[in-house]
């Protein structure tokens, strides 16, 4: 993989990929604790939930907007950060202690997008029954 010349950006993607997979976390903390609420039928702790999981989206969103600008740098290195920020990573083969950092940050993210994704399906099956996105597709 090419050299980047800032440093900075690299550590950039890297902070930004680890910010991103904790908004994870954090959404699906939520995302459970909105299970056992609403399998308690607690509607006031599920409002309160769904807000706290709509603050977490959003942040989610702005860290996803950070990353797609460093994507766009203006410099030689915006193919370079597109590649490691957002092809597969397996298909990717770390040639320094950043880029491995960086691809394991990104598998671990991928990890748990699919389990929030899991999660939510759960959820909207839970809340929604049969109004669900979810009913009646394969589970």
């Avoid at 994870?24 to 999981?53: C, H, K, P, Q, Y």
């Avoid at 996803?64 to 397996?90: C, I, T």
Wanted: hydrophobic share 35%; net charge negative; charged share 35%.
């Amino acid at each position: 993989m090419a050299v980047v010349e800032n440093d900075n950006l690299i550590e950039q993607v890297a902070i930004l990929l680890q910010r991103r997979y904790n908004i994870f976390t954090e959404i699906l903390n939520l995302t459970n604790d909105l299970l056992e609420a609403a399998g308690r039928r607690d509607d006031v702790s599920v409002s309160l939930l769904l807000d706290m999981r709509q603050e977490s989206l959003e942040k989610c969103e702005e860290n996803w907007q950070e990353l797609r600008q460093l994507g766009e740098n203006p410099s030689g290195e915006a193919r370079y950060l597109k590649k490691l920020v957002f092809q597969d990573p397996d298909g990717i083969e770390p040639t320094n202690r950043m880029e491995h950092k960086i691809l394991d940050l990104r598998v671990r993210l991928l990890d748990r997008i699919r389990e929030v994704k899991e999660k939510d399906r759960m959820l909207s099956l839970n809340m929604a029954q049969e109004k669900s996105y979810y009913s009646g597709r394969n589970r």
